[in-house]
């Protein structure tokens, strides 16, 4: 429990490893340390910015499928609405040719009647006047009587 | 284990014993055979374990730290790599939080100090005969020197010689940086301007001499109160380790009482040296904080 040159021998040998310390273990390690804080903060900063922008992408996606659904569903009314106009036209169509058709029929039918009438007319005519001979006895002049008969024949 | 030739007294003074290498009184160079021959020997004299231990620690603190400090990258950290990076960030913290000024000493010092007195205060754990009685063995077997008088103390902080060695050094950084940041004349001011100050010339004059006692008291007590709190501890500590191993030769059934104890104290002083060593850290670090304090205008 004496002093003595210890003290000094200490001293010495203390500051010797303070003095290596200070040169050559400190700088390093925490040289590395500080490096290693700032790739670690980097990565950190990195990540969160991975995740931002996966979270953009994926409201990207969202908005693109919605976009998506509105665009088809437009497409399908407008299909729907195509398809009733055609339908719509081809009744049209059908109809307005149904309609020509019938008034074509009505024309021949009309044609028909005028033409039996005008055949009726004549045949009454004929017979007309056979029965008028028959009754007279004699000779209608027919000549002589036309424009009666032909007055006769209209009136009929 | 106390050897039959030895009282119980004598195998703890054995113990308290450096193994002192000086000049005798015959004039010859030579280890101390006693205590009494080592007090003899005066100044010139020095403790070859104390000495052998705290470099051979001190060195392997060195080389441990230093294989971490090459392999040191950003990359993830392995093993003893990552253990030596939380005591560096330990350190550096404990500089951060308590030294205000620039000084890239301060922190390799501080971490110096740490490690060191840990590993110094951890050689306390080590069994008390273990260390001193293997040297005591090999001295006697290749050296035919008398076991009795073979003294080897295995703790250096509980020799007063290395504690008050590294304070000393702590001292001198500290008046050494004193000078230079604030200048001769502020340190010398901040030794005789305070705690009294007077704007009466006169009345200040008387001051002087008061502030100045009572400053230089202040500053001699910080290496000194820094020294002996780890010297105190680290003695006390290893005087209640050697007084559980005297109870080793007192029969099976207070040698087992005794190994309980040797257990349950063992356990306990590995927060005693660890806490000793931080506080030796941070006490350091403050005092070199106060020494780059610049001082207030008055």
Request: aromatic share 12%; net charge negative; charged share 20%.
């Amino acid at each position: 429990m004496n002093i003595n040159l210890t003290l000094i021998g200490q001293s010495i040998t203390f500051a010797v490893f303070v003095w290596f310390c200070y040169a050559y273990i400190w700088p390093p390690l925490v040289n590395a340390l500080s490096e290693r804080k700032k790739k670690i903060a980097d990565g950190l900063a990195a990540a969160e910015r991975g995740q931002h922008e996966q979270e953009l992408a994926e409201k990207k996606a969202a908005e693109r499928l919605k976009d998506a659904k509105g665009q088809a569903s437009d497409i399908i009314a407008q299909a729907q609405k195509r398809a009733s106009e055609i339908v719509d036209e081809a009744k049209d169509d059908a109809r307005t040719e149904a309609e020509r058709i019938k008034a074509g029929a009505d024309a021949e039918i009309e044609q028909e009647i005028n033409r039996a009438r005008e055949h009726l007319r004549k045949e009454v005519v004929v017979l007309a006047i056979s029965g008028a001979e028959k009754i007279l006895k004699k000779e209608v002049n027919k000549d002589a009587h036309a424009s009666s008969l032909d007055e006769l024949a209209g009136q009929l | 284990m106390a050897e039959e030739a030895l009282t119980a007294g004598q195998y703890i003074k054995h113990h308290l014993q450096n193994m002192t290498y000086g000049q005798h009184a015959d004039g010859t160079w030579g280890l101390a055979h006693s205590a009494e021959e080592a007090k003899e020997m005066g100044f010139m004299s020095i403790n070859v374990d104390t000495m052998f231990w705290s470099i051979l620690l001190g060195v392997l603190f060195l080389w441990i730290f230093r294989r971490a400090a090459k392999n040191a990258t950003a990359d993830t950290p392995s093993g003893l790599q990552n253990f030596i990076e939380m005591i560096i960030e330990f350190v550096d913290g404990s500089v951060k939080g308590a030294f205000n000024g620039r000084n890239a000493i301060v922190a390799p010092m501080a971490l110096t100090i740490f490690v060191w007195v840990f590993l110094i205060n951890f050689m306390d754990l080590i069994p008390v005969d273990w260390l001193p009685g293997s040297v005591a063995w090999m001295a006697s077997t290749f050296f035919g020197a008398d076991p009795h008088h073979v003294y080897f103390k295995v703790v250096p902080s509980t020799d007063p010689n290395a504690t008050f060695g590294m304070a000393l050094a702590v001292f001198m950084l500290t008046i050494y940086y004193s000078f230079k940041i604030k200048g001769v004349k502020g340190f010398a001011g901040e030794l005789t301007l305070h705690p009294f100050s007077s704007s009466n010339n006169v009345l200040q004059l008387i001051f002087i001499p008061i502030n100045f006692l009572l400053e230089f008291v202040a500053l001699v007590a910080k290496p000194l109160s820094l020294s002996l709190r780890l010297y105190g501890n680290m003695f006390a500590g290893e005087m209640i380790f050697i007084l559980i191993a005297i109870m080793y030769g007192g029969g099976w059934a207070l040698g087992i009482f005794g190994g309980f104890l040797h257990l349950g104290w063992a356990i306990f002083h590995i927060l005693i040296i660890t806490l000793q060593a931080y506080i030796f850290m941070t006490l350091t670090i403050v005092y070199m904080d106060l020494a780059h304090q610049v001082p207030e205008e008055h």
